[in-house]
């Protein structure tokens, strides 16, 4: 009858002890049930963040270098631009040379400038150049009707441009657009006589066209 009442014992607890190790696994299972939304919520936002970062693509830099020139000519004057400009990361810097003669109430006046150019390029395969230059030298000559001359070298001006550009491979297509003033000051005459003029100032555009090579 003692052994008997043992074994029951034995057999209710192992009865009590396997409900409360069924009850535990549930519990663990139900534990890592609600972990796993987290987790998948946690890399959902990690898959979303690397998207975004994937759609913020920077272009490589590229250098490019480019010349564009332009014509103008018409029953009493003559000008011609030349622009020569490296470009570094769309950071650009250049150089042009503006020429102009013409003839007006029987006096001709010849003029050269070069100027400084600055820039910025937006874009990649299709850019947008913007830019603007100051005029650092130059030389004037005005013949007048009695042939008298005056002459200049002291000069200054600004102006600014535009650029459009299509890349095939590694050249360029430009159009562009430019437009420079400036103004000639201290002129000499060749005679003792009185001073004709003080001061030649003056504007001038032009549409430009050129090729450019990109690396």
């Known amino acids: ?28 299972k139900g534990k890592k ?10 890399r959902s936002r990690e898959t979303s963040v690397i998207s975004e970062d994937d759609q913020k693509i920077k272009f490589p830099p590229k250098i490019r270098f480019r010349h564009l020139s332009g014509t103008y000519t018409s029953d009493s004057q003559e000008a011609a631009s030349s622009t020569s400009s490296i470009i570094w990361d769309g ?22 400038n070069t100027s400084m150019d600055f820039s910025y390029t ?15 030298s130059g030389e004037l000559i005005v013949i007048t009707s009695d ?30 657009y430019k437009y420079i003033r400036y103004a000639f000051t201290d002129l ?3 005679t003792t006589t009185s001073l004709y003029m003080s001061s030649f100032d003056d504007s001038g555009s032009l549409y430009l ?7």
Do not use: C, W
């Open 1 to 28: 009858m003692r052994y008997g009442f043992v074994l029951l014992t034995l057999f209710i607890l192992s009865d009590s002890f396997s409900l409360v190790f069924a009850q535990s696994v549930y519990d663990f």
């Open 33 to 42: 049930t609600n972990i796993s939304p987290l987790h998948d919520e946690y």
């Open 91 to 112: 950071v650009g810097i250049g150089q042009t040379v503006f020429k102009r003669k013409m003839s007006i109430s029987g006096i001709t006046v010849e003029l050269e």
């Open 122 to 136: 937006y874009g990649d395969e299709y850019t947008l150049t913007l830019g603007s230059s100051s005029v650092s």
């Open 147 to 176: 042939s008298e001359i005056y002459t200049s070298s002291t000069v200054f001006g600004y102006g600014y441009f535009s650029i459009l550009g299509i890349e095939f491979g590694i050249f360029e297509i430009l159009l562009g």
């Open 188 to 190: 000499e005459s060749n």
């Open 209 to 215: 066209t050129g090729i450019g090579l990109v690396f």
